[in-house]
């Protein structure tokens, strides 16, 4: 319980040195700790971080000398760390919902934020206060929030000893082979039968149960999913015991995955989702839970690196198959009703292809799984068969440019341009001819698409010709 003592000694030294710089780096030399570690086990188990923490009972003690004693605002303000009383007032109002100048007034209107102290009782079964996976400190991927996908790959990389630093080349890599990368938007905003196959109805979430059963089959991890709700606390006690984390789904949310690493009594805690989108500021409650999965042990692969290039390749098709891209053209050619329509239609159909060029910068998870091909160190079984000698001209050809995903990438920013830069008050005629222009491009990217998808058909027959 060394952790217990660390957490009351940095607890006084903060309220001990309230009027004195202090900051996270001096908190944590007191106990002889890392900064980042030491922040996440206060965060995990305070629930704020140490500069809210800071900063909650500067502003009480502030609030409370302004109301009895007799200083000047500017004076208080300088002694607890605001260089100006204009910063200051704004952080005291914030705070206590009144300004400086009526704390003598409204002093019973003032919060106060008391000093934390720990106290723990320890208990059988669930109650046992525990922080068992406190060296978790794998970050997420900036390209998502807290999707099935990302916190799957910060889970794995933690269970197999893999370095923070690769998370975002871990992320592409499942990203792209279970065919989350090779989805494309449809115009009309609807699930494509792809879509719905691998996220459901979120374009991003990747959690679907076939996609979840074919990540947790390409590492070669046995799983278990958990939707019982009585049986959810017996579940995450004996996975954080066992030093494994636990991925659960909430009932609600846009990003609705959370890893839990730790328990505390009938408190879940949660890492720090540094560098994830929309990053979750507090861990969920046990009634928010609709799903837990629960790595069990490795058995070996169920699926392999070709069935994931399979899997890409079965996505691909069926964009082709929806005609996805052809649905946007209809709406943008010069002979195809563009010309037609009045200016607010106009901005309506640019505007709607600029926002599905968003989700179209997966190509950049796609083109980062295959660029690198001539680096076969990735930790999941048979990913160094992407290194075979044979395939690198194939992976050159999605890396180039023209007609690959490169260029893909940039035409999707070239749309948005289009959207965002355009003064449609200018010229009526000329902007009838936004709509050719952005036809031409998605032209474009729908043949960038079929060169990437024959560059994996032919990926393909190479990996299974060498299996014969």
């Not at 001096?26 to 700790?33: A, G, I, L, N």
């Not at 024959?454 to 010709?465: F, G, H, R, S, T």
């Amino acid at each position: 319980m060394e952790w217990i003592q660390n957490l009351s000694t940095a607890l006084r030294y903060i309220d001990d040195n309230l009027s004195n710089e202090i900051n996270v780096d001096d908190v944590s030399k007191q106990v002889f700790s890392s900064s980042s570690n030491f922040h996440r086990i206060f965060k995990a188990v305070t629930g704020i971080s140490i500069g809210e923490y800071i900063r909650n009972r500067r502003l009480t003690v502030a609030g409370q000398e302004l109301c009895h004693g007799k200083e000047k605002v500017i004076d208080i303000a300088m002694r607890y760390g605001y260089d100006t009383p204009e910063s200051f007032s704004k952080a005291f109002s914030r705070f206590h919902g009144i300004t400086p100048s009526d704390a003598k007034v409204h002093g019973d209107k003032l919060k106060v934020y008391q000093p934390l102290t720990i106290n723990i009782t320890l208990q059988g079964g669930f109650g046992m206060s525990r922080l068992i996976l406190e060296n978790f400190d794998i970050p997420f991927s900036g390209f998502a929030g807290t999707s099935f996908i990302n916190c799957f790959t910060s889970a794995y990389m933690f269970l197999e000893g893999i370095n923070g630093s690769e998370q975002e080349r871990y992320f592409f890599f499942f990203d792209t082979m279970c065919g989350r990368s090779s989805l494309r938007p449809r115009y009309d905003g609807n699930a494509s039968k792809m879509q719905m196959l691998i996220c459901k109805k979120d374009f991003y979430d990747g959690g679907s149960d076939n996609n979840i059963d074919f990540l947790f089959g390409l590492v070669g991890y046995n799983y278990n999913k958990i939707t019982s709700s009585i049986k959810y606390s017996e579940a995450l006690r004996k996975s954080i015991d066992s030093g494994k984390p636990i991925i659960v789904r909430l009932k609600s949310g846009k990003w609705p995955y959370r890893i839990i690493t730790g328990y505390d009594d009938n408190s879940l805690i949660c890492p720090d989702y540094d560098g994830a989108q929309d990053k979750p500021e507090q861990a969920p409650h046990l009634d928010e839970i609709d799903a837990l999965y629960v790595f069990g042990d490795k058995s070996g692969q169920r699926y392999t690196i070709v069935d994931g290039l399979k899997r890409i390749r079965q996505v691909m098709n069926q964009n082709i198959y929806e005609k996805n891209w052809d649905s946007y053209m209809e709406k943008l050619g010069t002979y195809r009703g563009f010309f037609d329509v009045d200016l607010d239609e106009k901005k309506n159909r640019i505007k709607r292809v600029a926002e599905t060029m968003w989700d179209i910068f997966n190509c950049h998870n796609f083109r980062e799984t295959f660029c690198f091909y001539d680096r076969p160190d990735v930790n999941i079984p048979g990913a160094a068969k992407l290194s075979n000698p044979d395939l690198a001209h194939l992976w050159q050809i999605i890396d180039g440019y023209p007609n690959s995903y490169n260029h893909t990438h940039d035409l999707a920013w070239g749309l948005i341009a289009i959207e965002s830069c355009t003064d449609w008050s200018r010229d009526g005629h000329a902007s009838n001819y936004l709509g050719p222009l952005a036809e031409n491009t998605i032209a474009q990217i729908a043949q960038n698409d079929k060169v990437v998808l024959d560059c994996i058909e032919k990926a393909i027959a190479i990996l299974e010709k060498e299996t014969e």
